[in-house]
């Protein structure tokens, strides 16, 4: 038999007795001296240490084929299925819609729950890989929906419509969040960069301003440096402050177009407020975001809170491991979660790294700082909290 030539196995394990080596890639249709067709998932360019003792075998096919649907899945050049690979720790080949994945027992398994709940998702929206690991994410903590409670979710599920998009909340945490701003009137988003929480509450702001419950939006954020001097800003009072709004005026951008926005600006439907000029207002049928709380005063936050008027939505954001105020200083935000965690009516919604839609590696960064200044509290349980 020649150096290159596979023989025939019936089982892949078979195979590996043999040092016979499993593709990643593709699928080969190998054949033995005699003609007989080796198992179509067995060639030569897999990696031998895949199939040892602890490796297990599990072939599947989904239901209901469609191309398109399938391709959507799958994402361009399989890169959904390779983000699956390295989240979960299984290897994936498929032809068509038939998989054959290899790994621990137990994880093979989820994945498979995993893909079959893929293929639904497939059908209902576009998929791109931010959806693929958000949804990873949410199958580490729950379990993936039957079916029935699947399309359940996707009937209910809340969906804002502005003038250039329709935006659907990605994950539990985050469709519980846009229906607290929803249903109350006071609401609190607090979690690690990355996980939606301004763009959520200025989707909300659009999509109540389009549908005409509240007159104007109101963007708010305290000017104050992330650990760098800027000095004297130019400009008047609004170019002075937007730097700051930056992250706000890119979502709406994003939603109404840049022209619409700015005559909106002009007509002052929507108000640029720096937050230290806010005292003294009475603010009335209007969607008021303050950004970025964390560095907001004990003080300003109270100040802020008592502005809210008759037919008003207040959303109150920031990420309590990112304070930039003055050592010595308390955040505003973290006091007030304390003050006012018992008081009726308020909608409180907290994120962790596993909500994050940016990049993988945002995650990981958020977590291991996480695992970081826990580790500094225990060396040091006596320093006080900022």
């Known amino acids: ?52 003792s602890t490796t297990s075998i599990h072939r599947f096919a989904l239901d209901g084929f469609e191309a398109a649907r399938f391709a959507n899945m799958c994402g361009q050049y399989n890169e959904h299925l390779r983000l699956i690979e390295r ?42 890989p931010d959806d693929v690991h958000l949804l990873l994410q949410e199958s580490r903590m729950h379990p993936p929906p039957s079916v029935p409670a699947q399309e359940a979710a996707t009937r209910n599920g809340v969906v804002l419509r502005t003038r250039k998009k329709t935006i659907r909340p990605r994950g539990r945490n985050q469709q519980g969040y846009v229906r607290s701003i929803q249903q109350h009137d006071i609401n609190f988003g607090v979690g690690p960069a990355g996980t939606g929480k301004t763009y959520l509450a200025v989707a909300c702001a659009v999509d109540a301003l389009e549908r005409g419950t509240i007159e104007r939006i109101l963007l708010v954020r305290p000017a104050v440096e992330a650990g760098e001097k800027l000095g004297f800003l130019p400009g008047d009072l609004s170019q002075k402050i937007d730097p700051y709004l930056r992250p706000l005026y890119d979502a709406l951008y994003e939603m109404l177009g840049t022209d619409y926005v700015n005559r909106l600006i002009e007509r002052q439907v929507i108000e640029v407020a720096p937050l230290a000029y806010m005292r003294g207002r009475t603010l009335n049928n209007s969607f008021i975001i303050l950004d970025e709380s964390q560095n907001t005063t004990r003080a300003q936050m109270k100040m802020f809170l008592t502005r809210i008027g008759f037919g008003s939505t207040a959303v109150i954001t920031g990420d309590i491991t990112q304070i930039d105020l003055p050592r010595g200083s308390q955040s505003g935000l973290k006091h007030v979660l304390h003050v006012l965690q018992d008081v009726k009516g308020l909608g409180f919604t ?22 970081f200044d826990l580790q500094q509290q225990a060396d040091s349980p006596d320093e006080p909290a900022t």
């Not at 593709?26 to 060639?43: C, M, R, W």
């Not at 032809?95 to 994945?101: H, P, T, W, Y």
């Not at 907290?350 to 695992?371: C, G, K, M, N, W």
């Open 350 to 371: 907290f994120f962790d790294s596993t909500d994050v839609v940016r990049h993988p590696l945002v995650q990981l960064i958020v977590e291991a700082y996480d695992a």
């Open 87 to 128: 989240q979960l720790g299984v290897n994936i080949r498929n032809r068509g819609e038939q998989f054959e994945l290899l790994g621990d027992k137990e994880t093979i398994h989820k994945t498979e729950a995993f893909l079959r709940n893929l293929y639904r998702e497939a059908k209902e929206r576009e998929l791109g």
């Open 1 to 52: 038999m020649g150096a290159d030539t596979a023989p025939a196995y019936k089982h892949p394990d078979e195979a590996h007795q043999h040092g016979i080596e499993v593709s990643r890639a593709g699928l080969v249709n190998n054949t033995n001296q005699a003609g007989d067709k080796a198992h179509p998932f067995i060639s030569k360019t897999r990696p031998h240490s895949l199939l040892d």
